[in-house]
């Protein structure tokens, strides 16, 4: 018997990168997964495509995650059609990048409100579909502890944030065995930060292991949270970061 097995999961952001990962790793622990896109409708009928292929129910549902109407009613969505919400993945996420001096206040109100705001109004969203012992799982980065570079002010405050909430959250749903934990990725071969890019070498200086991590790696951290073996873990912060931050 698999872990998740009967569960259903709603990953925020799921149609690429981390949360696609994470999508097909909760099917194959026996989830079944909606996801949330913006754009890519395409990638995220692929992610679709291989949860329904594990004998998972799927579904991905156009939001944009700083819509907190949009964002709102795909939580309900989801629930109302796979039958509930047992695991709530919030990991949708930008990343403007520049300088106090070059950052617009556009982006910096962008970043607060589809990396953090959004995490309150699913939350929010979610706890009405939660049953006691349900999961929440924010995906924040090593960026919110240490700036190591120029240009990150908007993404490091963001996800320093995102840290308070999902503390507060495990105090405020403790009595329900809901547990909030942060799983925090440090450099990650993604669209978004791929290992042949810009900053590849800057990151891989910091790391003990040498390598960024895939998304698969986080993937097995949420998985393994998610499940009953994450049932005592909450108002916590894991790391996995390759030892970027040690």
């Known amino acids: 018997m698999a872990s998740l097995d009967g569960k259903v999961a709603l990953v925020t952001g799921g149609s690429r990168g981390i949360g696609a990962a994470i999508a097909r790793k909760l099917a194959a622990e026996g989830a079944h997964v909606a996801v949330t896109y913006e754009r ?15 004998g998972r129910k799927a579904l991905a549902i156009q939001a944009d995650s700083g819509d907190a109407d949009a964002l709102t009613a795909a939580v309900h969505q989801a629930a109302e059609a796979l039958g509930g919400l047992d695991v709530l993945v919030n990991n949708a996420g930008v990343f403007p ?34 049953p006691d012992g ?23 405050s963001s996800k320093a944030a995102v840290v308070g909430l999902s503390r507060a959250f495990a105090r405020d749903l403790g009595a329900r065995g809901i547990t909030s934990v942060v799983v925090q990725p440090g450099p990650t071969d993604t669209d978004m930060n791929p290992a042949d890019g810009p900053r590849a070498a800057s990151a891989l200086a910091l790391s003990a292991i040498g390598r960024h991590a895939a998304p698969e790696d986080l993937a097995a951290t949420v998985a393994h949270v998610a499940g009953p073996a994450g049932a005592f873990i909450t108002g916590s912060v894991i790391t996995v970061d390759g030892g970027v931050n040690a």
């Open 40 to 54: 890519a409708a395409s990638r995220a009928a692929e992610v679709v495509a291989s949860v329904e292929g594990l």
């Open 97 to 130: 990048h520049g300088t106090v001096e070059e950052l617009s206040l556009e982006d910096f109100d962008r970043a607060l409100a589809v990396n953090v705001r959004a995490v309150f109004v699913a939350t929010k969203a979610a706890v009405r579909h939660l």
């Open 134 to 156: 349900g999961r929440i799982i924010t995906i924040g980065s090593t960026l919110g502890e240490r700036a190591p570079r120029q240009g990150l002010s908007a993404y490091a």
